[in-house]
């Protein structure tokens, strides 16, 4: 008997994410699913062994990682997911040394589900914001400190 699709969704964040049960990715995955939007630019992860990869890259970076699901939404076959993303980071899987940083990031996820199992994904995530926030990357200056220098 198969989840329905809100469960299935939520099951996905706490199981794969919060608790990295990778067997869960599996039972709730197509094993040829793909994954929209996790890499840089448009790239796609093909298989369930593709997003395994993503995903200790991340946890290992982030062990401490937390995605709460703030709401959800079905429409037939797709489901979405707004999310809030916290953890420290305390590992280089996101190609960085571990700056020991706290992160907080939003994102929204949609996946369509065919016969219980998500097929396809598509993920939008604050990846600038993540990388400021660890020290990757520069933050720009503050909009209203840039009007005041311009006279505004």
Known sequence: MSIDSR?????????????????????????????????????QEHSAADFKVFLRNMRSALPDLRIHVADTIVDGSKAVARLTVEGTHRGEGLGVPAS????????????????????????SWDQLGLLQQVGAIGKPPRSDRFLAQRGA
């Open 7 to 43: 469960t299935l969704l939520r099951r996905w964040f706490e199981e794969v994410w919060n608790q990295g049960r990778e067997e869960t990715v599996d039972e709730l995955s197509a094993a040829d699913a793909v994954a929209h939007g996790l890499g840089e630019g448009s790239e």
């Open 100 to 123: 020991g940083r706290r992160v907080n990031i939003s994102g929204i996820v949609i996946v369509r589900i065919e016969n219980g199992k998500i097929v396809e994904a598509w993920n």
